[in-house]
């Protein structure tokens, strides 16, 4: 049965190509591509010779029965313009069609932005939500930024330059003057990765170029709630009196703003 192949291509340098992905681009019927340009270019410097059709943001829908169609011939390999498709990238609706028609799909994984920046910012990576790209207007940017103010984890998302300094300024009103790691043209020729906090990131890029990853640093662990005795205490009480589990730990965690999760644990010491 034919293959879906998500092959994952660099975010920048072109050597960061996996030699998976340059076999696999090699051996498909089709290569289903967000900009056909970019990705000749590529296939250019491997001598890669597959044929290429466009499947990007303004198309995905019509051309969905053509790449379903093609997948009836032989595999069909899908590429963004860097690192993983589906991953704020066109993708998305061409995965769920071939599952859903019980067509294997095959990840190939590479580089990804996200990853790249978390790993080099310096700020914590063992937690962290991804948002993606921000509105481009500010009130959806605001709302956006007003349902992580609480986050703990690190917290990353994408801007192009004509946007970075109007979500700088809005990242600074919602969530405060945090640190930030600014990660511009990652893997490329001009590769900077700025530290500091989000009013310096302001001062420090006037007249943004590039593509930008923003790494930024989730609420204060001294802001977060503790467990406490008086809290386990509250928690044997409403054991001993016969109050459910589930019941217990909701109402502390909506009084507290504890997680659920700790205060699962805090229930079974209990038992």
């Known amino acids: 049965m034919p293959l879906l192949y998500i092959v994952a291509t660099p975010i920048g340098n072109l050597e960061d190509i996996s030699l998976r992905a340059l076999r696999t681009l090699r051996e498909v019927k089709l290569i289903a591509a967000e900009d056909t340009r970019k990705t000749r270019r590529l296939l250019v410097t491997y001598d890669i010779k597959t044929p290429v059709t466009s499947y990007h943001e303004h198309n995905k829908w019509t051309k969905l029965d053509y790449i379903l169609a093609c997948l009836e011939g032989g595999d069909v390999a899908l590429v963004s313009n860097a690192g993983m498709p589906g991953i704020s990238d066109p993708g998305y609706e061409l995965i769920v069609a071939c599952a859903q028609r019980g067509i294997t799909v095959v990840p190939i994984p590479g580089p990804s932005t996200v990853i790249t920046a978390l790993a080099v910012s310096g700020l914590p990576a063992e937690r962290f939500i991804y948002l993606g790209f921000l ?83 989730g609420k204060g662990e001294e802001d977060k709630p503790q467990l406490t005795g008086d809290i386990e205490e509250r928690l044997h009480r409403m054991h001993l009196s016969g109050v459910a589990a589930k019941e217990a730990i909701a109402s502390v965690a909506g009084e507290t703003g504890l997680s659920k999760k700790e205060l699962y644990r805090a229930w079974l010491k209990l038992l």
């Open 135 to 217: 509105s481009h207007k500010s009130s959806g940017r605001r709302r956006v930024l007003e349902s992580v103010v609480d986050e703990y984890g690190t917290i990353v998302v994408l801007e192009p330059p004509h946007r970075l300094l109007a979500s700088l300024n809005d990242i600074l009103l919602i969530l405060g003057d945090r640190k930030v790691a600014v990660c511009r043209e990652l893997t490329k020729v001009y590769e900077e990765v700025f530290r500091g906090t989000i009013s310096q990131a302001i001062e420090h890029f006037t007249e943004p170029r590039g593509e930008f990853t923003l790494v930024i640093e």
